[in-house]
């Protein structure tokens, strides 16, 4: 099973960017990737996805636009760019690994464990 270490977070001001970097402890070829965010009080929620090729890329309406996830299977690694920085965007982010996404979700086994986030904090 795959582990992740995420990392880049930080305190940044609204309007702002950030970039989130993830590895692996793996190989990724051929896995579908996404990154999650949780925020204080609310559940984990998908918010991107990248299929295994790299080839389609999906978004939540909520950060549509503005973020931009990617990857470098050389490296096995995921990353995430932030711009324009909301104070809603406040969360802990996560990235996961799975079979393929549907849309912006990516389906994954239930078993997989997660890394331990990396948090984001959009404040004046």
């Known amino acids: 099973q795959l582990q992740f270490v995420e990392s880049g977070g930080g305190l940044v001001q609204p309007g702002g960017s950030l970039r989130l970097s993830c590895a692996a402890s793996?190989?990724?070829?051929?896995?579908?990737l996404a990154w999650f965010r949780q925020a204080p009080g609310k559940e984990r929620e998908g918010i991107s996805c990248?299929?295994?090729?790299?080839?389609?890329?999906n978004y939540a309406d909520s950060v549509k636009g503005r973020f931009t996830i990617s990857r470098d299977n050389a490296k096995n690694t995921v990353y995430l760019q932030m711009n324009s920085l909301k104070p809603e965007d406040t969360a802990v982010y996560y990235c996961?690994?799975?079979?393929?996404?549907?849309?912006?979700?990516?389906?994954?086994?239930?078993?997989?464990?997660w890394g331990k986030g990396t948090l984001v904090t959009v404040s004046s």
């Open positions: 996961a690994a799975g079979y393929y996404c549907s849309g912006y979700v990516l389906i994954r086994s239930r078993g997989d464990s």
């Open positions: 990248i299929s295994g090729n790299g080839g389609s890329t």
């Open positions: 793996g190989t990724l070829d051929f896995y579908a």
